[in-house]
């Protein structure tokens, strides 16, 4: 069974100050993504990252995928509140096997204002 | 509105009993996913299904079904519900058997 692991669980910190979380895992994954979902509603994919090393941004956020792609980061500089959420990874399987995305359990995020 | 459609948003009921949730995946996707959320286990997979058949099997008891029909719609089934089965649960569509997901915004399921 593969297990992702988040850091934080929690994180609360104020508007405008800079956070990063993290996923871990002893397994190698062919693609991990990152989810953010709000109460009530399901999870909507924020990046999906494929070669180890790889760096994307989206606006205020940098996703870091791990060189081995056993783990990822995920950077927010100059947090608004908008940003609060649960953040989610989720790794795809290297080399065939279960199609289903195996999930973090999250980082629940409030930001401050 | 994502375009994946789920209901019903809540369902209430007792221990013993059987439900049906249904989902409507995005246009054009023929891959659906069934998770089950809680506060404690996070967000677990059940059950996919690519164009009509079962593809892979995650945490999935015995006492839930599932399966996608024609049209590309999909049912899961939970029967002999017990307090445990209460959680969110999601329905997620994708294009191929691989790749990202469009979710739906779930069923909150509460047993009593």
């Known amino acids: 069974t593969q297990l992702l692991e988040q850091s934080p669980q929690f994180l609360s910190i104020q508007e405008g100050e800079n956070l990063t979380v993290y996923c871990n895992s002893s397994?190698?994954?062919?693609?991990l993504q990152w989810y953010r979902q709000e109460p009530g509603e399901g999870p909507v994919l924020l990046v999906t990252?494929?070669?180890?090393?790889e760096v994307k941004k989206l606006k205020r956020l940098t996703f870091q995928f791990g060189d081995a792609r056993k783990d990822s980061s995920l950077h927010i500089t100059a947090a608004q509140p908008g940003d609060t959420g649960l953040y989610l990874c989720?790794?795809?399987?290297?080399?065939?096997?279960?199609?289903?995305?195996?999930f973090g359990k999250g980082t629940h995020l409030i930001i401050q204002p | 509105d994502s375009g994946v459609t789920q209901t019903p948003k809540h369902l209430i009921t007792a221990t013993g009993q059987r439900v049906t949730l249904r989902c409507s995946p995005r246009?054009?996707?023929?891959?659906v996913y069934w998770y089950q959320q809680s506060l404690d286990q996070g967000l677990q997979f059940l059950i996919q299904?690519?164009?009509?058949?079962?593809?892979a099997k995650g945490n999935i008891l015995e006492r839930f079904s599932a399966q996608q029909f024609p049209d590309l719609h999909s049912e899961l089934n939970l029967s002999s519900l017990e307090l445990g089965d209460s959680a969110l649960y999601f329905c997620?569509?994708?294009?191929?058997?691989?790749?990202?997901?469009?979710f739906g915004s779930g069923t909150r399921l509460t047993v009593v």
């Open positions: 997620a569509s994708s294009v191929e058997s691989k790749g990202w997901y469009t």
């Open positions: 299904y690519y164009n009509g058949e079962e593809r």
């Open positions: 397994s190698v994954f062919s693609s």
């Open positions: 990252v494929v070669t180890g090393g």
């Open positions: 989720a790794g795809a399987a290297a080399g065939g096997g279960a199609d289903g995305l195996t």
């Open positions: 246009s054009g996707d023929l891959s």
